[in-house]
């Protein structure tokens, strides 16, 4: 079974996690994944006695199905962080530009409305505010006002197509400002079903581990199998530099 397969096949039971359920990956995900992996061929060796100690047949079928589940999970979580890095570079590299064309807009409307006291209050209050969700907003505000009220752009000499540039660039902008708005991570879906499906694993990952800590604790050739690689180097590391 492939990893899409995989996904697909716990995707239902990891959506039925309650909250107080799910957990966050605390060592990076493909490394965890390896040892679900390394895991799954070091516990075969003890699979009987690990079974007659509790262990299920399916506990093992899930570690080796969600391991995969994860790795489609996180690719598709990395595909999603990737885009939301890129809008916010793109938000970076664009964003001062549209402030300026919104400024220059307010500039020529100020001069094209001065003579009329309704449409200047109206300009007036378009400009209040300079945050980005103003900014996007006046864009095409600025566009709707100048469309129906376009004679005295005209005579100032004023490019008519700037108005329509506006309101694209309005649904640009904001387009690109959805997705940056992604570093606020906690709001996507493909990051809940990540942590979701991490979740499972590390439900199957901590029954197998236990009861091997609990058959093998006098077997350190065999116990070592069932205790994080990961987590042992880096409480090395740690009392080798404290």
């Not at 490394?31 to 699979?47: P, R």
């Not at 009329?116 to 709707?144: K, R, S």
Request: charged share 30%; hydrophobic share 35%.
């Amino acid at each position: 079974m492939g990893n899409k397969e995989s996904y697909d096949q716990m995707l239902e039971a990891a959506k039925s996690l309650t909250q107080d359920q799910i957990k966050k990956p605390l060592i990076p995900v493909g490394t965890y994944i390896q040892e679900a992996e390394d895991l799954f061929v070091w516990s075969a060796k003890d699979k009987d006695q690990l079974m007659n100690a509790g262990i299920t047949e399916s506990v093992f079928e899930n570690l080796n199905i969600c391991a995969a589940a994860l790795r489609h999970a996180q690719s598709l979580w990395n595909e999603e962080k990737k885009s939301r890095e890129e809008a916010e570079q793109q938000w970076l590299d664009e964003s001062p530009k549209a402030f300026e064309f919104r400024d220059d807009l307010l500039h020529a409307f100020r001069y094209a409305y001065r003579n009329t006291p309704a449409l200047l209050a109206n300009v007036a209050a378009i400009a209040e505010g300079d945050d980005i969700p103003d900014m996007i907003q006046d864009l095409n505000d600025l566009a709707v006002l100048g469309q129906n009220n376009i004679e005295p752009l005209k005579k100032i000499g004023f490019a008519e197509d700037k108005l329509g540039s506006a309101a694209e660039l309005s649904a640009k902008m904001a387009d690109i400002r959805a997705l940056a708005n992604g570093d606020k991570y906690e709001s996507s879906e493909t990051l809940d079903i990540r942590n979701r499906i991490y979740s499972l694993l590390k439900q199957n990952m901590d029954e197998i581990n236990n009861c091997g800590k609990y058959l093998f604790w006098k077997d350190p050739n065999r116990i070592k199998g069932y205790r994080s690689q990961y987590m042992k180097r880096k409480n090395e590391s740690y009392r080798n530099n404290n």
